[in-house]
């Protein structure tokens, strides 16, 4: 069962911060959260692992409830740079595999 | 930095005939990985390979698909007789570890359209 996101699409100003949320009904090993811009692959941003910890690269970062299986990524002082799609890839316990959001489509403009 | 390649970056076949699909994982990974990606939707899982074997795969890998890891560094996705809806972006990934909590590095990707 694939994790749920939101908001489906956000739109931002240039040094504006974002949420994004993603929710997982099932219990979750770790949550990894990729970026992909048009015609390209994800591309990894990073992991959050159960026990609730925060990351942070540069002005990305995330944070995951491990009691509401909810992970967000937060986008602050966003840049043009920071337009894509946000994927949450959702782990559960004892596998690999990657199981995809739909995807969350961020638009920053000047 | 190391990368995931991927070849060809795009393929077009005709409905019926079988497509191969090459990777090369980064180079201590263990753990490899076919996702793919209709146009416009999300990227889907189709199947995780260890130790020359399949560890996982998803309702989509069906009897069609297959994978190999012909030589030390090749990792390939066949499909036998492919279908006008396998028509979409697959990417390969490596990981140097097959626990959830390793990132997995996506290649770039090749197009397969099915004629």
């Known amino acids: 069962q694939q994790p749920v996101q939101s908001p489906q699409a956000v739109i931002l100003r240039e040094g504006e911060d974002a949420v994004i949320n993603c929710s997982s009904s099932?219990?979750?090993?770790?949550v990894h959260w990729y970026r992909q811009k048009h015609g390209e692959a994800p591309v990894f941003l990073m992991i959050?692992?159960?026990?609730?910890e925060q990351k942070g690269h540069d002005k990305i970062s995330a944070s995951f409830n491990e009691k509401k299986q909810q992970s967000s990524l937060y986008l602050t002082a966003s840049q043009l740079s920071y337009s894509g799609t946000y994927f949450c890839?959702?782990?559960?316990?004892?596998?690999?595999?990657?199981?995809f959001g739909g995807g969350t489509r961020v638009l920053v403009k000047p | 930095e190391p990368e995931v390649t991927q070849t060809p970056s795009h393929q077009v076949t005709q409905m019926g005939q079988e497509v191969i699909l090459r990777c090369v994982p980064i180079?201590?990974?263990?753990?490899f990985y076919w996702y793919r990606q209709i146009l416009g939707q999300k990227v889907e899982f189709l199947v995780s390979?260890?130790?020359?074997?399949?560890?996982?795969k998803s309702e989509i890998f069906d009897d069609q698909f297959s994978v190999e890891r012909p030589d030390g560094s090749n990792f390939t996705l066949k499909i036998r007789s492919t279908k006008l809806e396998d028509s979409a972006m697959y990417f390969c990934?490596?990981?140097?570890?097959?626990?959830?909590?390793?990132?997995?590095?996506f290649g770039d990707g090749t197009r397969l359209s099915i004629l």
């Open positions: 990934a490596s990981s140097d570890l097959g626990r959830g909590g390793q990132p997995q590095h």
């Open positions: 099932k219990a979750l090993y770790s």
């Open positions: 959050l692992l159960k026990g609730g």
């Open positions: 890839g959702t782990v559960k316990a004892a596998g690999n595999k990657l199981t």
């Open positions: 180079s201590n990974h263990l753990y």
């Open positions: 390979f260890y130790n020359n074997e399949i560890s996982e």
